[in-house]
């Protein structure tokens, strides 16, 4: 009988015991995930570069204000108006260059052109 494991006793104990495992697991995995976002070659280089915001504009209203209204307030895609509060830099990368979202196509600007893009959405 000494060598069994201690196992918790009431549902108290496991119920803090679970939380206290979900409690460190879910800041390690946000880590890794900025970890693996910070590490990627495309989105450094965009982080990098400093936007033009009126550059950023013309590339909107060019590939996303079809979907988005001209003033990127939604029309079949949703409004983007303070989107950078919903979004980090790094999502806003991903969203636009991963097409993971139909109807949103894949689009692959230069690192330029999504920094100029990013400059002009964090002004919205």
């Known amino acids: ?40 070659p495309y989105v450094k280089n965009v982080l990098s570069l400093m936007g033009n915001p009126v550059q950023g504009k013309a590339i909107f209203q060019i590939n996303c204000a079809g979907c988005h209204g001209l003033e990127a307030d939604g029309l079949v895609g949703p409004s983007l108006q303070a989107v950078p509060k919903r979004k980090s830099r790094y999502g806003l990368i991903h969203q636009v260059i991963s097409g993971e979202t139909p109807p949103m196509p894949k689009f692959q600007p230069s690192a330029q052109e999504m920094a100029d893009l990013l400059s002009y959405l964090e002004g919205l």
């Open 1 to 40: 009988m000494d060598n069994q494991l201690t196992k918790p006793e009431s549902k108290f104990q496991w119920i803090a015991l679970s939380a206290l495992a979900i409690l460190i697991v879910i800041p390690l995995a946000i880590l890794g995930v900025q970890m693996a976002q910070a590490s990627d």
